[in-house]
């Protein structure tokens, strides 16, 4: 069966950096494009990275760019989210979520299996 | 880009109906047949119930539906159970440039 597992998690200070991880297994993961979503302590949503099935192409949500790198390691079935001078509005828990048609990598037809979540909290 | 809007809360009796609203702009709900919607229970991940406006993903109950106006989408959830009371989010493709939004999300009560 499907499962993403994401690792990485924890306190950091303002400033520092953090890298997520997703394992993956029971899929193709080379063949699917996958994204990060992170849900702030009692909010929404938020939409925060793409990437390609082949890591062609990457894009992010504006107030990560520069800061957030995202990508993957299809040998290992891994995503990875490189979180790098983490602010306080970053402190959320952390879904990678796999799209649902692996023939569109951006996810147009939504998210069908996500992790657990990791939770980051960025404080001094 | 700012959040898509929902009501933030909406309940029904068991075996009532209720419909949840997500409204957006041209540039995203309105200027695409993407949108989707998740179902969120308290301390879990999101679950996907509708896609592509309307259609559900497989395993996902028929009385679960969506549609959606202009800039206007719906999820309506017929035949409320218990196990329908969740934080329902919806979410719209926006474009290259930035890609999804994510609505603000609905708490459903089952009373």
């Known amino acids: 069966q499907v499962q993403l597992v994401e690792s990485g998690g924890g306190v950091v200070q303002p400033g520092r950096s953090l890298r997520l991880s997703c394992a993956a297994s029971?899929?193709?993961?080379?063949?699917?494009?996958m994204h990060w979503v992170r849900q702030a302590p009692g909010k929404g949503l938020e939409w925060v990275a793409v990437?390609?099935?082949?890591?062609?192409?990457?894009y992010y949500e504006d107030s990560v760019k520069g800061r957030f790198t995202i990508s993957r390691d299809n040998s290992k079935s891994t995503l990875f989210l490189q979180m790098n001078s983490l602010r306080a509005e970053d402190t959320a828990v952390y879904y990678c979520?796999?799209?649902?048609?692996?023939?569109?990598?951006?996810?147009?037809?939504?998210?069908?299996?996500w992790g657990q979540g990791t939770l980051v909290t960025v404080s001094s | 880009q700012s959040a898509l809007t929902q009501p933030p809360s909406a309940s029904g009796s068991p075996g009532q109906s209720v419909t949840i609203s997500c409204t957006g702009t041209?540039?995203?709900?309105?200027?695409?047949?993407?949108v989707s919607w998740y179902q969120q229970h308290p301390g879990k991940a999101p679950k996907l119930v509708i896609y592509?406006?309307?259609k559900r993903p497989s395993g996902v109950p028929d009385r679960f539906s969506g549609s959606k106006s202009g800039n206007t989408a719906s999820l309506t959830v017929s035949g409320l159970q218990a196990e329908d009371e969740a934080d329902y989010y919806c979410?719209?493709?926006?474009?290259?440039?930035?890609?999804?939004?994510f609505g603000t999300g609905t708490k459903v009560t089952v009373l």
């Open positions: 979410n719209s493709y926006a474009g290259s440039n930035i890609f999804y939004v």
């Open positions: 990437i390609w099935y082949d890591a062609s192409n990457k």
């Open positions: 979520a796999r799209v649902r048609d692996y023939r569109d990598s951006s996810g147009k037809g939504g998210f069908d299996y």
């Open positions: 592509e406006v309307s």
């Open positions: 041209s540039s995203d709900v309105g200027g695409y047949n993407y």
């Open positions: 029971g899929f193709t993961f080379s063949n699917y494009g």
